[in-house]
């Protein structure tokens, strides 16, 4: 069984900064891409960021040069930190990563969210 949890979630003013970690935990064979997605109550759930197994990144627009994603492999954990926070950032941070629990099996997980709330 696979498990991914996320912490670092809380209240910020505008042009703070927050630190979300997601571990997962469990039968692991690899760990491809993680990613942090967000969904504010009354909309869709939306990327936020990605990153590879090699490290390479994706961000969405609306996040470039405040955002981070960075892992730790060897932790099989995904960070995002998150600075010049804004009211419009604020919604339940989800991780997500592609997991092989054996070498044959591939299945996108999903942690439970962290609630970020920016306050003006």
């Given at each position: 069984?696979?498990?991914?949890?996320?912490?670092?979630?809380?209240?910020?003013q505008?042009?703070g900064?927050?630190?979300?970690?997601?571990?997962?935990?469990?039968?692991?064979?690899?760990?491809?891409?993680?990613?942090?997605?967000?969904?504010?109550?009354?909309?869709?759930?939306?990327?936020?960021?990605?990153?590879?197994?090699?490290?390479?990144?994706?961000?969405?627009?609306?996040?470039?040069?405040?955002?981070?994603?960075?892992?730790?492999?060897?932790?099989?954990?995904?960070?995002?930190?998150?600075?010049?926070?804004?009211?419009?950032?604020?919604?339940?941070?989800?991780?997500?990563?592609?997991?092989?629990?054996?070498?044959?099996?591939?299945?996108?997980?999903?942690?439970?969210?962290?609630?970020?709330?920016?306050?003006?």
């Amino acid at each position: 069984q696979v498990q991914l949890v996320e912490s670092g979630g809380g209240s910020v003013q505008a042009g703070g900064s927050l630190r979300l970690t997601c571990a997962a935990s469990g039968s692991i064979f690899r760990i491809n891409d993680m990613g942090w997605h967000r969904q504010a109550p009354g909309k869709q759930r939306e990327l936020v960021a990605v990153i590879t197994s090699g490290g390479n990144t994706n961000y969405a627009d609306f996040v470039k040069g405040r955002f981070t994603i960075s892992r730790d492999n060897a932790k099989n954990t995904v960070y995002l930190q998150m600075n010049s926070l804004t009211p419009e950032d604020s919604a339940v941070y989800h991780c997500n990563a592609y997991i092989q629990p054996s070498l044959t099996s591939s299945l996108n997980y999903w942690g439970q969210g962290t609630q970020v709330t920016v306050s003006s």
